[in-house]
């Protein structure tokens, strides 16, 4: 996982990952809401990685 700026990047495998606008998170969610939740989460490899 990556963020950078309004964008996560999430890596679920080597080979593609998916691009979250986290400025488009539907009501009555926000991306801060959306990086907590993902926070929460328990994660098999190394801790994720944020980027300004």
Known sequence: MQQVGDWLLLYP???FCYY???RQVPDP???VDV?????NQ???GPAPT???
């Open 29 to 31: 969610y926000t991306g």
């Open 20 to 22: 979250l606008d986290l």
């Open 42 to 44: 328990e994660v098999s």
């Open 50 to 52: 944020f980027a300004s």
């Open 35 to 39: 990086l907590a939740l993902i926070g």
């Open 13 to 15: 495998g080597p080979d």
